[in-house]
């Protein structure tokens, strides 16, 4: 899988959900088998090492891709997310995890055979987005019960030679792969309050412990007072007055600043936000929409910003912010056909302050249809903290007669 897809959106109804799982079933993507390349056999020690030096040069590329496909995807369903009140569980299941990584240390740095690469961007923006969504993160190793030889990153049918057949230093590489899985797995769980499962058959049983999991939650808070914004780890303990239960929490946090977005990250996020199959709901965005009549053909929209996610800052008599509106229209492989942007700056007095804080804000935009356009995206943006809320518009239907029509919305 080369990109996040959406087999299905949150339903009160297992039985879509259940029949959306069985047409897709189960594959092993092209990308995770060049990640694992068995170790070369031919006979001639020399040449398999040169072999093997060209195939790692390769599974280290499609392992920075899929680290970097998986950190994306991480960052959009915790986006996606964020407006959801609460605690949420996200049960990943897998069979390879491909990248490991302390969320205590931050470092950025994935161990990727002799070479190293620093995804440090990438990772703060993941760490920060599922840490702010209050996502808890249950892994689930779907290769089940697996043993270090073979090793069990190659796959079973490729892998023939058995454990005597394995050198010393293949021994220890099949054992380090394990290691390295299993801790990947405690890691993201103990750092977000999940659970990890692995080395274990029942993988059907391990998905409904994760579900359970969420039945019954409390919400403590508090407030740092140490005031070194360090991006260090420091460690969370809770304690309860009763003997043998077990409470699962996050273990700690990374001490990160305030996000200080350069220009390179800000269009790293407003790409995704463009791109993602789910929608941003860290600022409350609805979208209504009409079609006037006439030529050439157009829509009419009538754009509700939630006072939530908006930022102000008091400066002098006047509270002060930006938004930042993007209107992009793409095709059915989501490229893009036209988009324009408008900043909107807000200096806005006591009494607008107060009012905004009620009502939010309402803005109306005509666009242009392009042609070939299959959908619409609109993406608003918070300047001062970086928030993203976005709405997709389908526009199968704009070759119709009469197409979609909503009223404008009002602020609640």
Not at 23 to 43: C, D, V, Y
Not at 46 to 66: G, K
Not at 124 to 145: C, K, T
Request: hydrophobic letters at 40%; charged letters at 20%; aromatic letters at 8%.
């Amino acid at each position: 899988m080369a990109q996040l897809q959406i087999l299905h959106d949150f339903t009160r109804d297992a039985a879509p959900l259940v029949r959306a799982f069985q047409r897709f079933g189960g594959r092993q993507s092209a990308a995770l088998e060049a990640s694992q390349p068995e170790p070369a056999n031919t006979g001639d020690a020399e040449f398999d090492e040169l072999l093997d030096t060209l195939n790692s040069r390769i599974a280290n590329y499609y392992i920075e891709r899929r680290a970097l496909t998986t950190l994306s995807a991480l960052e959009a369903v915790a986006n996606h997310l964020v407006a959801v009140p609460g605690r949420k569980n996200l049960i990943w299941v897998s069979g390879s995890f491909p990248f490991s990584f302390g969320f205590e240390a931050m470092s950025g740095r994935f161990s990727l055979s002799n070479e190293s690469k620093t995804f440090s961007a990438e990772l703060e923006r993941a760490a920060r987005a599922v840490n702010n969504a209050n996502v808890a993160i249950y892994p689930v190793d779907a290769r089940g019960l697996v043993g270090a030889f073979p090793n069990p990153n190659f796959n079973a049918p490729r892998s023939a030679r058995g454990l005597a057949q394995l050198s010393p230093s293949e021994q220890n590489a099949a054992l380090a792969a394990v290691r390295s899985t299993h801790d990947t797995m405690q890691l993201l769980a103990e750092r977000t309050g999940g659970r990890a499962f692995y080395n274990t058959n029942d993988i059907q049983g391990s998905i409904r412990h994760a579900v359970a999991d969420s039945e019954v939650t409390y919400e403590l808070g508090f407030y740092p007072t140490h005031g070194k914004w360090d991006s260090r780890f420091h460690e969370i303990k809770v304690r309860v007055n009763r003997p043998g239960l077990e409470v699962r929490h996050r273990k700690g946090y990374l001490a990160l600043p305030e996000a200080a977005f350069d220009e390179r990250q800000q269009l790293a996020l407003l790409r995704q936000a463009m791109t993602s199959p789910l929608n941003a709901t860290a600022l409350g965005l609805t979208v209504g929409i009409a079609r006037p009549s006439g030529d050439p053909p157009a829509l009419r929209l009538g754009i509700h910003v939630a006072p939530r996610g908006v930022t102000l800052a008091q400066e002098g008599e006047r509270w002060v912010g930006a938004l930042n509106f993007f209107f992009v229209q793409q095709d059915l492989q989501a490229q893009k056909l036209a988009s324009e942007g408008q900043t909107l700056t807000m200096r806005l007095t006591e009494e607008r302050r107060r009012q905004f804080t009620q009502d939010g804000l309402v803005l109306e935009r005509k666009i242009p249809l392009a042609a070939g356009a299959s959908r619409l995206r609109v993406i608003v943006r918070d300047a001062g903290s970086g928030a993203i809320g976005s709405v997709t518009i389908p526009l199968e239907d704009r070759n119709s007669k009469r197409g979609p029509e909503a009223a404008a919305p009002k602020p609640e």
